[in-house]
């Protein structure tokens, strides 16, 4: 699938207005193990905020990886130590039971989660209204393109419940977005978007955690269906 699941804080407030603690978190987050206990496997990690089937999907750059003892570090480094209480908000069953995993995780790093679910609308304002702290979301690039997967995600222009909850505010990367959607070469495009998605993994507004697997269910006499990465089941040429 093209789409995101991801965790995201409010870049706005302490202590996630600090890259430091949001990479810290994003390193005592066991991603493969969400996907293997809660998912059965059916996922793949996600490294990056665009699936592979994106045009914009890099292979060169340089991830998050997990590891709780360089997560614990880094915190007392930025002088979270001790940690803190935080919320995270989400909005349906499948969230919430990730929440309890990440709530466990950080509790090593002596960080209480407290976890905070609403009902979808009520979650869309509370969160596009700047009053959450970290979230748990999601995104489907389902143009296939970069530009639908980071310019609403990432630019300033779109903070709110325009798509960038995290309230993630970098000059550079707006640049970057705005010149990536006016270029024409391919390459020049990619170089573009690869850049501006190491400056988002370095700094951490969200934490991409896995891109679900599409699952159908055909009778073995069934021919001629497809599916599309985006969810779009293709049913034109289906026949037995």
Known sequence: SVRMEYVGFNTDKAPFDDPSVRQAIAMAIDKQAIIDEMLVGRAKVADTPLAPAVFGHSENLATVENDKEAAKALLEESGYADG?????????????????FIQ??????????????LESGAFLDYVG??????????WGTVTLDADYGLYALFH???????????RYQNAEVDALLD???SETDEASRLALYEEAQQIILDESPIIPIYHPSLLTGLGADI??????????HFLKDVHR
Not at 89 to 96: E, F, L, N, P
Not at 156 to 166: Q, V
């Open 129 to 138: 209204g700047g009053d959450h702290d970290m979230f748990i979301g999601g």
């Open 84 to 100: 803190f209480t935080a919320e995270i908000t989400v909005m349906d069953r499948t969230a919430a039971d990730m929440a309890a």
């Open 156 to 166: 300033s222009s779109n903070i709110g419940t325009s798509g960038n909850r995290s």
């Open 104 to 117: 466990e995780e950080l509790a090593d790093l002596n960080i209480e989660l407290e976890i905070y679910q």
């Open 223 to 232: 021919e001629g269906y497809g599916q599309h990465p985006a969810s779009f």
């Open 179 to 181: 010149e990536a959607r």
